[in-house]
């Protein structure tokens, strides 16, 4: 069964800093990944897509790389501001139940002024 | 619709009624999943459509809970006889394809207290 972990579980920097999340999965063999962001009481709104066959995507200031080699994705945030503050979450999907997209924790991100 | 619409976005239910749950997907989208998140937690995966079809049900946890999308468009999950475990927020997603698994959209989620 895939497990997807998300250390640290949160995270607090000074405005201005970059930011690093960390994810980590026990199949290799997955389709896609994708990192979400979710405000408090709020839906997941996607950042980043990665399929299998890439090695990084970005997007402004997001730049998120996969390794499946040795299951991790790191989700890079230059320049954090405090409108950053939210929770990142990743999630996978295997080539062999690709419907079902696994999730993480999260990881609760603070970005103080 | 702009985005998934879910509703209603907050329900109190009393043990043992039975509950329904709306998603409007986003218009044209192919695919649609169901994911239950409990506090502090990711979403946990439920169910699967692909237009009309049920793909995949594997998360369901139990016979209460059932879920339809008969047009392939609109989607209620329904759970009936509700127990206090089943409070959490039921979130909806859907995605264009259908042959592939894509970018996943999500709703605002409902949120579900049981007394």
């Known amino acids: 069964k895939q497990e997807v972990t998300q250390i640290p579980a949160a995270l607090s920097v000074p405005e201005g800093e970059n930011l690093v999340l960390n994810c980590s999965f026990t199949d290799s063999a997955i389709y896609n990944l994708q990192w979400f962001r979710q405000d408090p009481g709020k839906g997941l709104t996607s950042l980043l897509l990665?399929?299998?066959?890439?090695r990084e995507q970005t997007s402004g200031r997001l730049n998120a790389s996969l390794d499946k080699s040795s299951g991790r994705s790191t989700l890079y945030i230059a320049a954090s501001q405090p409108g950053d503050s939210a929770t990142y979450l990743c999630a996978v999907t295997t080539a062999d139940s690709w419907g079902k997209f696994q999730f993480g924790a999260g990881t609760q991100v603070v970005v103080t002024p | 619709g702009a985005g998934v619409s879910q509703s209603p976005r907050y329900k109190v239910a009393k043990r043992g009624q039975d509950v329904a749950l709306r998603c409007d997907p986003i218009?044209?989208?192919?695919?649609l999943f169901w994911y239950q998140q409990a506090l502090g937690q990711g979403p946990e995966f439920l169910t699967y459509?692909?237009?009309?079809?049920?793909?995949?049900k594997s998360g369901l946890p139990s016979d209460r809970f059932f879920a339809e999308r008969p047009e392939g468009s609109v989607s209620t999950l329904k759970i009936q006889r509700t127990q206090q475990e089943d409070s959490a927020v039921y979130l909806c997603?859907?995605?264009f394809g259908g042959g592939a698994p894509g970018e996943l959209f999500f709703g605002e989620g409902s949120r579900l207290t049981v007394l």
């Open positions: 218009s044209g989208h192919v695919s």
């Open positions: 990665i399929q299998s066959s890439q």
């Open positions: 997603a859907s995605s």
């Open positions: 459509f692909q237009n009309e079809a049920q793909l995949d």
